[in-house]
């Protein structure tokens, strides 16, 4: 997919429940290179399954990012007062490098300035290098704020300041 990827339709949608397979296979693929990394339990909430997906509908917005039709990854986001809670996001291994993770963050941006958000945040492992790298590039920094660990699995937070 990387090599002809810039000249394939790449969009981003709001997700619907039928989608609930796909992010939940989405969500699998990108993370289980770094699965023993992860404690059972962490690993087990960091890959939902289809129906913690649907019930994670319920608590704020799920988008998803295709890729000539196909979803090849996602973020959802929580409201939480002035802020907007960003988590699960992934993007499938051989869609990296082609901008996805760009459409998914500008998409979150977007929504936490129609909700009058004053920050982005989000809580990431230390081994996912390089999905910390992009967060950076996009403005996020490290803060000192939990949780620091997920069943297990080291944590921490990181924040981006919307103007």
């Not at 051989?94 to 500008?106: E, P």
């Not at 945040?121 to 290098?129: D, H, M, N, V």
């Amino acid at each position: 997919m990387q090599s002809n990827t810039f000249h394939v339709e790449k969009q981003v949608r709001i997700a619907e429940v039928g989608d609930a397979a796909a992010i939940a296979a989405v969500l699998y693929e990108a993370f289980r290179e770094f699965e023993p990394l992860y404690t059972a339990e962490g690993f087990a909430a960091t890959t939902p399954k289809s129906e913690q997906i649907v019930e994670r509908m319920s608590e704020g917005p799920i988008w998803v990012a295709l890729v000539g039709g196909e979803i090849v990854g996602t973020v959802s986001v929580v409201l939480k007062r002035e802020a907007v809670y960003v988590r699960g996001m992934a993007v499938l291994p051989r869609a990296r490098g082609a901008r996805v993770g760009k459409l998914l963050v500008d998409q979150v941006e977007q929504y936490g300035a129609e909700n009058g958000c004053k920050r982005l945040f989000l809580s990431t492992t230390p081994f996912l290098e390089r999905a910390i790298r992009l967060y950076e590039k996009f403005g996020f920094r490290r803060i000192p704020e939990g949780p620091h660990d997920l069943f297990g699995t080291p944590l921490f937070t990181m924040e981006k300041m919307l103007e």
